[in-house]
C-alpha cells in the first residue's frame, strides 16, 4: 500500500453526505458514456485547481491500488491521448 506523502488523505469535507448526493445529481439521467465524460471532465478540473504534478501522481497511484486491469483490454489505453494517432476519421 503507497503512503501519501503530498496528498492529503483525510477526511476535510465538511459535509461529505452534501457532496457525495450533489455528485450523484450531476450524474442523474446521463447514460454510460455521458457520464464518463462529465467525469474526464471533472477530474480535468480538479486537476487543474490543485496544479501539483507530485500530488495527482500520487492520488493517481493511490487510486489505481487493488484494481486488476481486464485481461483483453490491458495493452490498450481506456482512452487515446490526443497525441495518439486513433486511425483516419470519416
Same mark, same amino acid.
Given at each position: 500500500?503507497?503512503?501519501?506523502?503530498?496528498?492529503?488523505?483525510?477526511?476535510?469535507?465538511?459535509?461529505?453526505?452534501?457532496?457525495?448526493?450533489? @455528485?450523484?445529481?450531476?450524474?442523474? &439521467?446521463?447514460?454510460?458514456? %455521458?457520464?464518463? *465524460?462529465?467525469? $474526464?471532465? @471533472?477530474?480535468?478540473?480538479?486537476? &487543474?485547481?490543485?496544479?501539483? %504534478?507530485?500530488? *495527482?501522481?500520487? $492520488?493517481?497511484?493511490?487510486?489505481?491500488?487493488?484494481?486488476?486491469?481486464?485481461?483483453?483490454?490491458?495493452?490498450?489505453? $481506456?482512452?487515446?491521448?490526443?497525441?495518439?494517432?486513433?486511425?483516419?476519421?470519416?
Amino acid at each position: 500500500m503507497h503512503q501519501a506523502k503530498h496528498l492529503k488523505t483525510e477526511a476535510r469535507l465538511a459535509s461529505p453526505d452534501d457532496f457525495y448526493e450533489a @455528485l450523484m445529481d450531476m450524474h442523474r &439521467n446521463l447514460d454510460e458514456c %455521458q457520464s464518463r *465524460l462529465v467525469n $474526464a471532465k @471533472l477530474i480535468l478540473l480538479m486537476a &487543474n485547481h490543485i496544479g501539483d %504534478q507530485t500530488v *495527482l501522481t500520487e $492520488a493517481m497511484i493511490i487510486a489505481r491500488e487493488g484494481i486488476d486491469a481486464t485481461p483483453d483490454h490491458s495493452s490498450e489505453p $481506456a482512452n487515446p491521448s490526443p497525441r495518439q494517432k486513433t486511425g483516419p476519421r470519416t
